[in-house]
């Protein structure tokens, strides 16, 4: 069975541009999740998307969004990009909300 | 809020020595604990998990359990190998009773970086 793939996998843009970056999850999950890393900060949890609704949200601003389609793959858009944007984006999967996570490999952002 | 606090190392062992990495954690409610591995350039690879007190998740030769008591779930390796040389993750995540139950996002702590030398 496939895992979970992230497109694209390193992604370069500059300050104040959007982007927009994709996951699509294991086959029969319906819950993805979306979480940053970066060498600051660690790990952090931005939201989940089960049946095309948002249930949970991390401390993020709202420049950072996301959506859930009926194939349940999942897109995140981060708007007005700023350098400390710069981080992988993880992208984990589970059949239903409370299940173990699996996660991709992640894309990786860099704000000039 | 839940919390994570594991050693960040880097941690550097002898290929075979055993390894111990501390993890302990603060969570209202009762958190389900994972232990992820993450390889250069990868994203996260679960390595094991315990869903309750006195529980033992083990997998390729690592074992951690869930002590309630001290709120701690310490992974070990009786003997390590240089592919095991990795970042490992400790985790965990709280049922909630939003929606009909289902878990928060996972909540991590800083992740240490184990180097085995040969």
């Known amino acids: 069975k496939a895992g979970v793939t992230q497109t694209p996998r390193y992604l370069i843009k500059t300050r104040g541009q959007q982007v927009t970056l994709s996951c699509s999850p294991i086959?029969?999950?319906?819950?993805v999740s979306w979480y940053q890393q970066t060498p600051g900060q660690g790990l952090q949890f931005l939201f989940e998307?089960?049946?095309?609704?948002?249930?949970n949200k991390g401390n993020f601003p709202g420049r950072f969004s996301g959506r859930q389609f009926s194939n349940s793959r999942s897109e995140m858009n981060v708007s007005t990009l700023e350098l400390g944007d710069s981080a992988l984006y993880l992208c984990?999967?589970?059949?239903?909300?409370?299940?173990?996570?699996?996660f991709g490999p992640g894309t990786r952002l860099l704000v000039l | 809020g839940d919390s994570v606090t594991q050693m960040e190392g880097p941690v550097t062992l002898s290929e075979e020595a055993f390894l111990t990495i501390n993890c302990t954690y603060t969570?209202?409610?009762?958190?389900?604990l994972f232990w992820y591995v993450q390889y250069p350039g990868e994203g996260l690879q679960l390595l094991l998990k315990?869903?309750?007190?006195?529980d033992k998740g083990s997998n390729k030769g690592f074992e951690a359990t869930y002590r309630k008591e001290t709120t701690s779930f310490h992974l070990e390796k009786g003997s390590v190998q240089v592919s095991d040389s990795a970042v490992y993750f400790c985790?965990?995540?709280?049922?909630?009773?939003?929606?009909?139950?289902?878990?928060?996002?996972?909540?991590f702590g800083k992740g240490t970086h184990l180097i085995i030398q040969p």
């Open positions: 984990a999967s589970t059949r239903t909300p409370g299940e173990t996570q699996y």
């Open positions: 086959s029969g999950h319906r819950s």
């Open positions: 998307y089960f049946s095309e609704t948002q249930r």
């Open positions: 969570a209202t409610g009762y958190p389900s």
């Open positions: 315990a869903t309750k007190a006195d």
């Open positions: 985790a965990l995540s709280v049922r909630n009773g939003y929606s009909g139950g289902g878990a928060d996002g996972l909540t």
